[in-house]
């Protein structure tokens, strides 16, 4: 009834304490029959083939099993476990986008790793990646600071430390406001007379984008990211008007009522039928809104490339919002299948949500200088340390940045992992010259610790298969995790290098578990160091 193929796609690995290294559902054709298929391949890499229930476990001749895989590793080294599924195909990943005239902080390097996990993890399934920030440098929120600034900004202060300055200044007038809604309005005026070019808000805008900026590319050069398209919000302005007239054109906005008093009309994007709020355009006094540009920059990008997705890490706070965006395209007549957001939740330190507004943040910057003096210096763990922390948890859940997690020696993080193959160097070193590598069958019994380690290896390809189709680097860390825990287990009850008849296996398997360890921190945007 059903061909080979179909048996391929419904392969799984058995949960444990199933005695079997694969196994194949089998509901509506009998097991029996599948099973007579896979014997009848009489492939040499099967054990055994038996029905139990409804499924069919296969179990590996792991001598036959160890030279393909070990010389598979050995030959595609930086590119073990890649795919070609993407290939022919572009994304764009747009990620970071911070903002402005606010400091980088520990919960922007979960935006961060996310994104650079995911470019990479598209790049290794053979995607043409297309890198895009969106850094927030437009708007209220901006010309609230530089009203703040021209009240009580102090020239020494920010030419010492700019970035802490302007923070200070906005958890000013975020309090000051609150008690005095005239600074709103004295903002928004503000805003206008920077939208109508003047020439010295413009300076000051450019200088607070400038030290913002410079601290933001300080940050990417410790996490090695960097961006194909460095466009702020700014840059999108010039085509909103477009943007906003062909909404109304295609009946997608609407004029909607006037405010009582006033002429202006404001204009309005009605998303009942789909059990979605409506949202503002444009207000009546003319001014554009934030969703007017999340517009004329989705037309932009597909304007100007040719992809097969957008996808927006943004947290999950903005889902709402982004739902809106992306039914509009839709309705404009634009492709919104194409438009994904990937959510994350939010993170908290200290048992505190972080919050920019009341200044109840650890600076990025502060972070990772902590994190490299608690890595003894090591740039590589300390930054890895954060950023594994980040990615250690399934991207839907709030975390916490704890440390202690973060450093552990125990397991589940950074250090730990990195360890693994800093040991699995020092014994390739140790050894010389590796060992010839397995071309043929290994003539002897392949032991468990070997096996199970083997095993691991053999699985990593599927790994980054699924860490892509599910946009879920966390699957990659916990395999990581997994694989270093084995590799710990194997190096404290194996001798590797004693002269026996197993050390070409051995030194092999070594040799691979550095290769696919360097590749997995690779996907999550992590360095390897050369000692620990
Ligand atoms: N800068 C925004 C923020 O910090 C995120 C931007 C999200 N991207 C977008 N195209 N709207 O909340």
């Known amino acids: 009834m059903f061909g080979l193929e179909k048996i391929a796609s419904k392969i799984e690995i058995p949960p444990e304490g199933i005695d079997a290294d694969l196994a194949i559902p089998s509901f509506r054709e009998s097991p029996e029959a599948v099973a007579e298929k896979i014997r009848a391949l009489k492939s040499p890499l099967f054990k055994e083939v038996v029905v139990k229930g409804r499924y069919v476990n296969i179990s590996f001749n792991y001598a036959e099993l160890a030279p393909l895989v070990l010389a598979d590793v050995a030959e595609k080294k930086g590119e073990y476990g890649w795919n070609a599924c993407g290939a022919g195909k572009a994304v764009m990943i747009e990620y970071s986008a911070p903002n402005i005239a606010k400091p980088m902080h520990m919960g922007h390097a979960r935006n961060n790793a996310i994104g650079h996990a995911l470019v990479n993890l598209y790049r290794a399934n053979g995607y043409r990646v297309i890198t895009t920030n969106h850094y927030g440098d437009w708007g209220m929120s901006l010309a609230k600071i530089m009203l703040a600034y021209g009240r009580w900004g102090d020239r020494a202060a920010f030419d010492k430390d700019p970035v802490r300055h302007l923070l200070d200044l906005y958890v000013r007038v975020t309090k000051e406001s609150a008690d005095n809604p005239e600074l709103e309005d004295e903002a928004r005026a503000l805003f206008r007379k920077l939208e109508a070019g003047d020439a010295e808000l413009h ?232 060992a010839s590598p397995l071309l043929s069958p290994y003539p002897h019994e392949v032991g468990a610790r070997e096996a199970a380690l083997l095993k691991l290896i053999a699985h990593f390809p599927e790994a980054v298969r699924q860490a892509h189709a599910l946009n879920a680097p966390h699957l990659i860390a916990t395999f990581l995790n997994a694989f270093a825990q084995e590799f710990n287990r194997f190096y404290a009850s194996v001798p590797v290098l004693e002269e026996s008849e197993g050390r070409d296996l051995r030194l092999a398997l070594v040799a691979a578990s550095a290769q696919v360890i360097e590749n997995g921190l690779w996907l999550l945007g992590i360095a390897v160091p050369e000692r620990m």
């Open 203 to 434: 300076a000051m805008w450019q200088e607070f984008r400038d030290v913002s900026v410079a601290n933001f590319e300080r940050m990417y050069g410790l996490l090695g990211i960097s961006f194909d398209i460095d466009n702020g919000e700014s840059f999108y302005t010039e085509f909103i008007p477009a943007a906003i007239r062909e909404a109304l054109l295609k009946g997608v906005a609407q004029y909607g009522e006037a405010a009582e008093g006033g002429e202006g009309r404001p204009i309005v994007v009605s998303l009942d039928a789909f059990k979605l709020p409506s949202f503002l355009l444009q207000k009546s006094d003319g001014a554009s809104l934030y969703g007017a540009r999340d517009i004329a920059v989705v037309k932009w990008r597909l304007e100007h490339y040719d992809v097969s997705k957008i996808i927006y890490v943004v947290g999950h706070e903005q889902e709402l919002y982004l739902k809106q965006i992306f039914k509009t395209m839709g309705l404009m007549g634009y492709p919104e299948e194409k438009l994904a957001h990937v959510s994350y939740g939010m993170v908290t330190q200290g048992g505190k949500k972080i919050s920019t507004r009341t200044g109840n943040i650890v600076f990025l910057e502060d972070g990772f200088e902590d994190a490299i003096a608690r890595a003894r210096g090591i740039r590589e763990v300390g930054v890895g340390a954060i950023i594994y922390n980040m990615l250690s948890m399934g991207r839907e859940h709030d975390i916490t940045f704890s440390w202690d997690a973060a450093m552990s020696v125990e397991g589940n993080s950074a250090p730990y992992i990195q360890y693994a193959y800093v040991r699995a160097k020092a014994i390739l070193e140790k050894a010389g010259a590796l």
